[in-house]
């Protein structure tokens, strides 16, 4: 990969793949770990991407084999599975989602499960379509399909409840350790 | 298809993308212009999904994120050419030389000492694994990293080398030394600086002029200063380099 694909690459990417390695890491320093990672991997391995318009899928594809690598390592991940929330759509609105706080938003998404959340960061980020998440994530697109659905019911119904202050969630809570896993130094 | 598959279809669906032309939604999107009751859902999705994606958006991100990752260039792309078999071949090559340099040279120990510093030197400067430790720091973090991982902060360079400002280090072993690597990039081109105590290379019989020699794809200059020696492996020519030095 020459200096100009690669600074493309960084300027066209790295913002949305930061944003992605934040909801997958929960911590900025992971995040940022996780998004350098991605991009030294480029470097050393461009010879893997010869197709350029296949560098932005690459990318979020490495970058979450990463994190699993990570996460297998740590073994401190917890998988929950998402319960009751599909039938249990909450009334929101789109203007009342535009004036919440980000934070509010944010903290939903984080307590949605990672299988559940990282296809849902991705749609929402636009970054793959639902094909790519499919072979990324190495499951069915009808699986795809399903944990998008089940993934913005459990969203809503997380904001809902922190908007409403019910202190009620039907968005199963997951380990509230901020740390989802140690950097090895 | 009916109005319920059609909607668990659509949640998945991306306007501006790729989606538009598979013809997966070929189907939910037909039914949807002739339900009113399911465009009218499609609208208000949509316009969730657009509600959320730019709180996601909104997220704030480092702002020295991209320079950080503009800057791992400097030490990564280096292992492209570098582990071309036609590099790979002439790094052996230069170990080759400098290790039959050493046996011809076994009279002077000290000399093949010397020499197989330089060998090592060059097998650090070819390592990419990671090349450096710590990148992308000031002045006074490099010394503090330094110290605390007992290098060579006192380290000087020559003024006109010195003002292109270090890139990334590490700290290598050798013979039970501890060696500090100074990673520069600049002028399109890459040195790597490897700072020793003089005590720990003592037949070195080197002076404050550096000593230039070529080893395979480096030009290298050695030199000594103030119980330190400095050897620099580069890829700039030889008259660039006794300009910098």
């Given at each position: 990969?020459?200096e100009?694909?690669?600074?493309q690459?960084?300027?066209?990417y790295?913002?949305?793949?930061?944003?992605?390695a934040?909801?997958?890491?929960?911590?900025?320093?992971?995040?940022?770990?996780?998004?350098?990672?991605?991009?030294?991997?480029?470097l050393?391995?461009?010879?893997?991407?010869?197709?350029k318009?296949?560098v932005?899928?690459?990318?979020f594809?490495?970058?979450?084999?990463?994190?699993?690598?990570?996460?297998?390592?740590?073994?401190?991940?917890?998988?929950?599975?998402?319960a009751?929330?599909?039938?249990?759509?909450?009334?929101?609105t789109?203007?009342a989602?535009?004036?919440?706080?980000v934070g509010?938003v944010?903290?939903?998404?984080?307590?949605?499960?990672?299988?559940?959340?990282t296809?849902?960061?991705?749609?929402?980020?636009?970054?793959?379509?639902?094909?790519?998440?499919?072979?990324?994530?190495?499951?069915?697109?009808?699986?795809?399909?399903?944990?998008?659905?089940?993934?913005?019911?459990?969203?809503?119904?997380?904001?809902?409840?922190?908007?409403?202050?019910?202190?009620?969630?039907?968005?199963?809570?997951?380990?509230?350790?901020?740390?989802?896993?140690?950097?090895?130094? | 298809?009916?109005?319920?598959?059609?909607?668990?279809?659509?949640?998945?669906?991306?306007?501006?993308?790729?989606?538009?032309?598979d013809?997966?939604?070929?189907?939910?999107?037909?039914?949807?212009?002739?339900?009113p009751?399911?465009?009218?859902?499609?609208a208000?999705?949509?316009?969730?999904?657009?509600?959320?994606?730019?709180?996601?958006?909104?997220?704030?991100?480092?702002?020295?994120?991209?320079?950080?990752?503009?800057?791992?260039?400097?030490?990564?792309?280096?292992?492209?050419?570098?582990?071309?078999?036609?590099?790979?071949?002439a790094?052996?090559?230069?170990?080759l030389?400098?290790?039959?340099?050493?046996?011809?040279?076994r009279k002077?120990?000290?000399?093949?000492?010397?020499?197989?510093?330089?060998?090592?030197?060059?097998?650090?400067?070819l390592?990419?694994?990671?090349?450096?430790?710590?990148?992308?720091?000031?002045a006074?973090?490099?010394?503090?990293w330094?110290?605390?991982h007992?290098g060579?902060?006192?380290?000087?360079?020559?003024?006109?080398?010195?003002?292109?400002?270090?890139?990334?280090?590490?700290i290598?072993?050798?013979?039970?030394?501890r060696?500090?690597?100074?990673?520069?990039?600049?002028d399109?081109?890459?040195a790597?600086i490897?700072?020793?105590?003089?005590?720990?290379?003592?037949?070195a019989?080197?002076?404050t002029?550096?000593?230039?020699?070529?080893?395979?794809p480096?030009?290298t200059?050695?030199?000594?200063?103030?119980?330190?020696?400095?050897?620099?492996?580069?890829?700039?020519p030889?008259?660039r380099?006794?300009?910098?030095?």
């Amino acid at each position: 990969m020459d200096e100009v694909d690669y600074e493309q690459a960084v300027a066209l990417y790295h913002e949305d793949l930061h944003r992605f390695a934040l909801s997958l890491a929960r911590n900025p320093d992971d995040a940022r770990d996780l998004t350098q990672e991605s991009y030294c991997r480029l470097l050393s391995k461009s010879g893997q991407v010869r197709d350029k318009s296949k560098v932005k899928s690459w990318l979020f594809t490495t970058l979450y084999r990463i994190f699993l690598g990570w996460k297998r390592h740590e073994q401190r991940f917890p998988h929950l599975e998402l319960a009751g929330v599909e039938h249990e759509i909450p009334m929101l609105t789109p203007e009342a989602v535009e004036k919440m706080d980000v934070g509010v938003v944010l903290e939903a998404l984080q307590q949605i499960d990672e299988h559940h959340r990282t296809p849902l960061v991705l749609f929402y980020l636009q970054s793959l379509s639902y094909r790519q998440m499919a072979e990324m994530l190495d499951v069915p697109v009808g699986t795809v399909m399903s944990r998008l659905s089940r993934a913005k019911a459990a969203l809503r119904a997380g904001v809902t409840a922190r908007v409403t202050n019910t202190g009620v969630s039907n968005v199963v809570p997951l380990n509230p350790q901020r740390t989802p896993f140690s950097k090895s130094s | 298809m009916n109005r319920e598959e059609a909607q668990f279809v659509l949640q998945a669906y991306q306007p501006k993308s790729e989606d538009a032309h598979d013809p997966q939604f070929a189907e939910a999107l037909a039914l949807a212009r002739q339900d009113p009751v399911l465009a009218r859902w499609f609208a208000d999705e949509q316009a969730m999904d657009a509600a959320f994606a730019s709180k996601l958006r909104a997220r704030s991100l480092p702002s020295d994120l991209k320079a950080q990752l503009l800057l791992a260039r400097a030490t990564i792309a280096r292992r492209a050419w570098w582990r071309q078999p036609l590099w790979l071949a002439a790094a052996a090559s230069v170990g080759l030389l400098l290790a039959f340099g050493s046996w011809r040279q076994r009279k002077d120990r000290s000399e093949a000492q010397f020499g197989e510093f330089r060998v090592a030197m060059a097998s650090a400067a070819l390592d990419m694994s990671p090349h450096v430790e710590a990148f992308g720091m000031d002045a006074p973090e490099l010394k503090q990293w330094l110290t605390e991982h007992r290098g060579h902060p006192d380290f000087v360079l020559p003024p006109k080398l010195a003002e292109h400002g270090v890139m990334g280090c590490k700290i290598v072993e050798w013979q039970g030394h501890r060696v500090t690597l100074l990673c520069m990039k600049f002028d399109g081109g890459h040195a790597d600086i490897f700072v020793v105590n003089a005590a720990d290379l003592p037949g070195a019989s080197l002076s404050t002029a550096p000593r230039f020699a070529v080893d395979g794809p480096f030009i290298t200059a050695t030199w000594q200063r103030d119980g330190k020696i400095y050897h620099l492996a580069g890829d700039f020519p030889a008259d660039r380099l006794k300009q910098l030095l």
